[in-house]
Nanobody
Framework: QVQLVESGGGLVQTGGSLRLSCAAS????????MAWYRQAPGKQRELVAI???????TYTDSVKGRFTIFRENTKNTVYLQMNSLKPEDTGIYYC??????????????WGQGTQVTVSS
């Protein structure tokens, strides 16, 4: 059982920055992907960024050049550095963990979510 603990959300003005963190505990998966999703009011949850254990990352187009996802493996923590924030970045941000074995996803876990609000 993997547990995810998120922190770092809050209220910020347009153009400001926030850093989210997600600490994972209990993982036995050497091959994994940790990601951030977000859900705005009245909208579906969408992928923001992924950090994979092989070092690769992926971003959704709307955050490229503004957000950076990175890991601190010694702490089993993934971060999302969000710069140049816009009101449309507002939503609940969720941490996601997928564990892989034999290159297939075997287990998936979600964090409790953290609110990010960008005021105009």
């Amino acid at each position: 059982q993997v547990q995810l603990v998120e922190s770092g959300g809050g209220l910020v003005q347009t153009g400001g920055s926030l850093r989210l963190s997600c600490a994972a505990s209990g993982s036995t998966f050497s091959r994994n992907a940790m990601a951030w999703y977000r859900q705005a009011p009245g909208k579906q949850r969408e992928l923001v960024a992924i950090s994979r254990s092989d070092g690769s990352t992926t971003y959704t187009d709307s955050v490229k050049g503004r957000f950076t996802i990175f890991r601190e493996n010694t702490k089993n923590t993934v971060y999302l550095q969000m710069n140049s924030l816009k009101p449309e970045d507002t939503g609940i941000y969720y941490c996601n963990f997928k564990g892989y074995r034999d290159y297939l996803p075997r287990e998936e876990y979600w964090g409790q979510g953290t609110q990010v609000t960008v005021s105009s």
